[in-house]
């Protein structure tokens, strides 16, 4: 059974920092790229940040680009975002998904449950 569990979410002043991270179960995780997506209150999903099978290639939406930066550690079977002046539009729950395939864009098909940030002073 493919599971995807994230954590290192919490209550933040703006400025801070929160890294989260996603531990993977139940498939190859080397294999597969892997992203992280947001949901903020009221609002649809955005995707946040994307990194392919192998770590050499990652892709950031505007909004998080230079302060956002996406990991792995692949004999972990760990995914990882450390958050870095944070804002109070970074308010969300992320979300922790499995690729397709081993690339860093395409589908998805399995989402783990969530981790929520508040960004809040």
């Known amino acids: 059974e493919v599971q995807l569990v994230e954590s290192g979410g919490g209550l933040v002043q703006p400025g801070g920092s929160l890294r989260l991270a996603c531990v993977a179960s139940?498939?190859?995780?080397?294999?597969?790229?892997t992203s992280w997506v947001r949901q903020a209150p009221g609002k649809g999903l955005e995707w946040v940040s994307g990194i392919n099978s192998g770590g050499g290639s990652t892709w950031y939406a505007d909004s998080v680009k230079g302060r956002f930066t996406i990991s792995r550690d692949n004999a972990k079977a760990t995914l990882y975002l450390q958050m870095n002046s944070l804002k109070a539009e970074d308010t969300a729950v992320y979300y922790c998904a499995k690729n397709l395939d081993s690339n860093w864009y395409g589908e998805y098909d399995y989402w783990g449950q969530g981790t929520q940030v508040t960004v809040s002073s």
């Open positions: 139940g498939f190859t995780f080397s294999n597969y790229g």
